[in-house]
């Protein structure tokens, strides 16, 4: 049976177009996933790395290995880690990076990974199946902790409420599974005919938490600021308006002053021909619904010097500034 479709990428055609011409350039496709992405690329003309932090892929690696031959290298680890990964793995240079920020559905699909209460499983959330668990997170961070969490990254307005339920109830029996925390929040916040499951920005909020996944995403993006060749492209497709906003400002920062305050030079850019958002049309939205919120970005690298990580501007959420405090 083909791994072929477990998870459809999201925006590829638009992809594949933003990042071409591809024949004989090196990609990076930092989150492999099933490898939807990468087949295209390949497929295109590419030789392509892959990089993912979630064991579960292997079958997918080993199957494009398979039809691919040298074209195509696997390397396991973090995408923000890619300044190392490439240094310990000599893939430089880079002609094409491309991130899909978030879960995948092949993730989503598997109960056992325990990232959706739509399928009851282990209230886990790890893509890395290691470290801190989300079950670990709401049965041990205290009240106040759990609250910020399901606000700033979640953007849970009953943020409070959630946490106070949610340290009450472990009082009693500690969460395991997703069904059980997934029915306490819709107790406790109700669920009205039409809209979205209550417990869905929680989740999402625990998910991001678990993977510090704005960590990663910003920590990626100026990796591949720093490796990509002059002419490169940088291309990433996120999932809600924080990781967009994030990306938006990475490669247009906003320039603040006032009306008060004499005029600044801004400071050159080391990214050109930055695109407008592009999302899904109709049909592809027909095909696959869970396109609705991905959101592509991408722009090219010119011959201005990396910038040194900042995080300043970029909108990344208070409980997320915490992993860049040393």
Do not use: C
């Amino acid at each position: 049976m083909t791994q072929e479709s477990p998870h459809i990428s999201v925006l590829l055609d638009e992809v594949v177009q933003a990042v071409s011409p591809l024949d004989g350039r090196h990609v990076v496709d930092g989150t492999f996933g099933a490898g939807g992405y990468t087949r295209a690329f390949l497929r295109a003309g590419a030789k392509v790395t892959g990089i993912d932090r979630d064991p579960n892929v292997q079958a997918f690696v080993e199957e494009i290995s398979k039809e691919f031959g040298e074209t195509f290298n696997f390397v396991r680890g973090r995408f923000s880690d890619l300044e190392k990964l490439a240094s310990n793995n000599a893939f430089a240079p880079i002609d094409v990076v491309v991130l899909d920020i978030g879960v995948s559905s092949m993730q989503l699909d598997e109960g056992e990974r325990g990232f959706s209460f739509m399928r009851d499983g282990p209230l886990d959330m790890r893509m890395e199946q290691a470290g801190e668990s989300a079950a670990d997170l709401v049965n041990e961070r205290e009240e106040r902790e759990i609250s910020d969490i399901l606000f700033e990254l979640g953007e849970e307005r009953r943020a409070r409420q959630v946490a106070s339920a949610i340290v009450a109830r472990r009082a009693e029996k500690p969460f395991e599974t997703t069904a059980e925390l997934a029915d306490l929040i819709e107790a406790k916040l109700g669920r009205k005919a039409g809209a979205s499951h209550p417990a869905t920005k929680s989740f999402q909020a625990l998910r991001i938490a678990v993977n510090a996944e704005y960590g990663q995403l910003v920590r990626g993006l100026y990796a591949a600021e720093k490796l990509l060749t002059e002419g490169g492209v940088l291309a990433v497709v996120s999932f809600h308006s924080v990781e967009d906003r994030i990306v938006k400002r990475f490669f247009k920062p906003q320039v603040k002053g006032s009306r008060h305050a004499p005029m600044q030079q801004k400071a050159a850019l080391p990214w050109d021909d930055v695109s407008k958002p592009i999302r899904a049309g109709k049909e592809e939205l027909e095909r696959n619904p869970r396109a609705r919120s991905a959101t592509l970005r991408f722009a090219t690298r010119n011959a201005e010097p990396a910038r040194e990580l900042s995080i300043e501007g970029l909108g990344v959420p208070g409980y997320a500034r915490r992993e860049f405090v040393s």
